[in-house]
Each structure stands twice: as structure tokens, then as C-alpha cells.
């Protein structure tokens, strides 16, 4: 099943991947930083998740995912993903 993921949410994909390499990779610092609610800090992970920026949940609520790739890559991947929709 594909991930429903709207504009706003995309939009907001290189200030979040700012926040998991400056902060942790947890959908609460997505919230707290980018001042959202629960389910689009959830699917926003998710697709970075997708991406390959991030490693798939494991553990405990509020362990941070390992993040799977410089800052750099993953700026270059949300460009390049970005640029295959165009």
C-alpha cells in the first residue's frame, strides 16, 4: 500500500531531515521542530524511511531510528526523488 503523504508533508521533507541530523530521528523532535501533529510527523518518517535516510523502527517508544546515510545523501536523494516527479 502506497504512503498517502500530502504536499504540506513533502514540503516540509528537507526541514525534516535537517532536524533528525541535528536532533534525533524520532517523530517527536519532528513534531516539536517542525510543529506538527502526531500522524504527519508519523508519515513523514515513514517516508523517510522509505528513502532510505532512516532505518526501520525497532525497540522502545522513543529510541531514535539509525539514521542510514550523510546529511548530504539524503538531501541529494529528496532531490533526486523530487526531480523524478517533474
Known sequence: MPLLINEEEIALLPN???????????????????RIGYPPAARIMERLELLGIVASFEGAAGKPRQILMTKTEALDKLKEREAAYE
Not at 525534516?16 to 517542525?34: F, K, N, P
Open 16 to 34: 525534516a531531515i535537517d532536524v533528525i541530523y541535528e536532533r534525533e530521528a524520532l517523530v517527536s523532535m519532528l513534531q516539536r521542530y517542525l
